[in-house]
C-alpha cells in the first residue's frame, strides 16, 4: 500500500487495507445487558469498524500482551472507530488499570438493564447449556428461611452495578463512561444509538429509518445488517423465554438491588426507571 502516516493513497483506499489499531472505544459490560445488540446495531455505522467475537484480553488473555491483542482487532481506514466488546469486563476487578494503561482516553460503553431480569436471563442461559442445574430460587438464597441472599453467585453479583462502578471510577472520570438502557435498547433502538453515537463522536447516521420491530422476537431489527441488503435480527440464543419464577423470591431480589439501584442513578445521574 501507500507509505508513512497521513492520508491513505488511492490504491490503499481500493484494496481496504487501513490499519489495525487498538480501540478507542469499549463495550466492558454487562452480561446479559444487550451488548450484542448494540455492537450489532453500531456496526451499522460506516465509520465503526469491531470484532465480532469477544476477546477477553482485559480479563483472560492480558498475557498474550497488547500486539496480540492488536492484531485481533480489523483493519480501519483513517477517522475510523476500532471497537470490541467482553461484557465481563465490567466486573473484572484487574480491566480498569490495564484498560486505562493501555489508553487513558479510552472511551467506556456500559449497557445496564434491570439487575433481577438480568439474573434470571443469565439464569435463563446456563440452563440453556446445563439443564441439570439447581434451580433459580434456590440459587438465589444463601438460606431461604432467614431469605438471606447469596451475592456469590455470579448472576447476582453482576446486578451490583454501583460497587462495580466504583472500581472504574478510580481509573476514569465518569464522563468517558457511557452508559445505555438495555431496555431503551428494545424500546427506542434509534433514541439510545443517537446518544451512542455523540457519544463516540460520530454522525448520526443510525436512525429510526434502520430498525424495524420484529412482533415474533420482541426485538427491534436491522433492516439492512451491516455488509448485506438483508434485514437482520439478532440470532436464536437472543430472546429466549425465561423460566417463571416464585414471585416472592422476585420481590426479595427487588428489595435486594433497591438501595444498589439507587446508589447506580446518583453516580450515574441517569435514572433507569428499574422497579
Not at 438495555?182 to 443517537?194: C, M, N, V
Request: proline share 6%; glycine share 10%.
Amino acid at each position: 500500500g501507500s507509505g508513512g502516516g497521513g492520508t491513505p493513497g488511492t490504491l490503499t483506499l481500493l484494496l481496504g487495507e487501513g490499519t489495525k489499531r487498538l480501540p478507542q472505544a469499549i463495550i466492558i459490560g454487562v452480561k446479559k445487558g444487550g451488548t450484542r445488540a448494540l455492537l450489532e446495531f453500531l456496526r451499522v455505522h460506516p465509520d465503526v469498524r469491531a470484532v465480532g467475537a469477544e476477546p477477553h484480553f482485559f480479563d483472560r488473555n492480558y498475557e498474550r500482551g497488547l500486539a496480540w491483542y492488536r492484531d485481533l482487532m480489523p483493519r480501519t481506514l483513517e477517522g475510523q472507530i476500532t471497537m470490541e466488546k467482553t461484557p465481563s469486563y465490567f466486573v473484572t476487578k484487574e480491566a480498569p488499570a490495564r484498560i486505562s494503561s493501555m489508553a487513558k482516553g479510552t472511551k467506556l460503553i456500559v449497557v445496564v438493564r434491570d439487575p433481577v431480569t438480568r439474573a434470571i436471563s443469565d439464569y435463563t442461559q446456563t440452563l440453556s447449556k446445563k439443564p441439570d442445574i439447581p434451580t433459580f430460587e434456590s440459587l438465589t438464597f444463601k438460606n431461604r428461611t432467614t431469605g438471606l441472599i447469596d451475592t456469590s453467585w455470579s448472576a447476582i453479583q453482576i446486578g451490583i452495578y454501583a460497587k462495580h462502578l466504583e472500581n472504574w471510577l478510580l481509573y476514569f472520570p465518569i464522563g468517558q463512561i457511557l452508559f445505555v438502557s438495555g431496555e431503551r435498547l428494545i424500546s427506542d433502538p434509534a433514541g439510545e444509538l443517537g446518544r451512542v453515537q455523540d457519544f463516540l463522536g460520530l454522525k448520526r447516521i443510525i436512525t429510526d429509518k434502520h430498525f424495524y420491530f420484529n412482533k415474533t422476537k420482541g426485538f427491534p431489527c436491522l433492516k439492512k445488517a451491516e455488509g448485506s441488503s438483508k434485514p437482520h435480527c439478532l440470532g436464536k440464543t437472543k430472546g429466549r423465554t425465561h423460566p417463571d419464577i416464585d414471585q416472592e423470591v422476585v420481590q426479595r431480589l427487588r428489595d435486594f438491588y433497591r438501595p444498589f439501584n439507587m446508589k447506580f442513578y446518583q453516580m450515574t445521574g441517569q435514572d433507569f426507571g428499574w422497579d
